[in-house]
């Protein structure tokens, strides 16, 4: 069973389109981070979101924490090529696991295309 | 070093061998995590080191798999008898602390078991 649901697994949009990116549990989580990673690199932290309702904006980026710390969304507005990649949701401090253990995930593959 | 080093980058081994990789974190960085990412399968947890102790271990898939950190710096991954299951990407991360701390991935070794 995953702990983190992402969705979808992969995203082929044109240039200058709207996507959401959706993490889901039913675990609730004391933090969710989103990382992207890109081929033969290791993910890159964008953000952490920590209270429930929480919306943090990153330029063309909106994060999301649900009210009730069990869900996640990644908005991205007019996409550009430079966005594509791998995107990883990640929860922390689920089933009394230390901080550093993350539950990551399986990601969302972006391709943006020009 | 400016990032997280790791090595080998690559490294292909015969099923049976033992196997060692290395990780050399961020310089004064306390935690360091390692993660495996196979295909299909995310990022999966396997042991965190606070300091030289490892307060979380509950990851590692078996007795083949062992970890140690000495000098409160560099760490070692050690697999005993690979399998061809144990193929896959093998990512060390360290952070300042353990908690709130943004976690900064080396680009991992990519272990291939044939």
């Known amino acids: 069973t995953q702990l983190l649901e992402q969705s979808p697994q992969f995203l082929s949009i044109q240039e200058g389109e709207n996507l959401t990116v959706y993490c889901n549990s039913s675990?609730?989580?004391?933090?969710l981070q989103w990382y992207r990673q890109e081929p033969g690199e290791g993910p890159v932290l964008l953000v952490t979101v920590v209270t429930g309702g929480e919306v943090k904006k990153l330029k063309r980026l909106t994060f999301q924490f649900g009210d009730a710390r069990k869900d996640s969304s990644l908005h991205i507005t007019a996409a550009q090529p430079g966005d594509t990649g791998l995107y990883l949701c990640?929860?922390?401090?689920?089933?009394?696991?230390?901080?550093?253990?993350?539950?990551f995930g399986k990601g969302t593959k972006l391709s943006v295309k020009p | 070093g400016a990032g997280v080093s790791q090595s080998p980058s690559n490294k292909v081994t015969e099923k049976g061998k033992d196997v060692e990789l290395r990780c050399d974190p961020i310089?004064?960085?306390?935690?360091l995590y390692w993660y495996r990412q196979s295909l299909g399968q995310g990022l999966e947890f396997l042991i965190y080191?606070?300091?030289?102790?490892?307060?979380?271990k509950s990851g590692l898939p078996s007795d083949r798999f062992s970890a140690e950190r000495t000098g409160g710096s560099v760490s070692t991954l050690t697999i005993q008898r690979t399998q061809q299951e144990d193929s896959a990407v093998y990512l060390c991360a360290s952070s300042l602390g353990s908690s709130g701390n943004t976690i900064y991935f080396g680009e991992g070794s990519w272990l291939t078991v044939v």
């Open positions: 990640a929860g922390a401090g689920i089933h009394g696991g230390s901080q550093g253990n993350l539950i």
């Open positions: 310089s004064g960085h306390t935690a």
């Open positions: 080191f606070q300091g030289n102790s490892a307060p979380d």
């Open positions: 675990s609730v989580f004391s933090s």
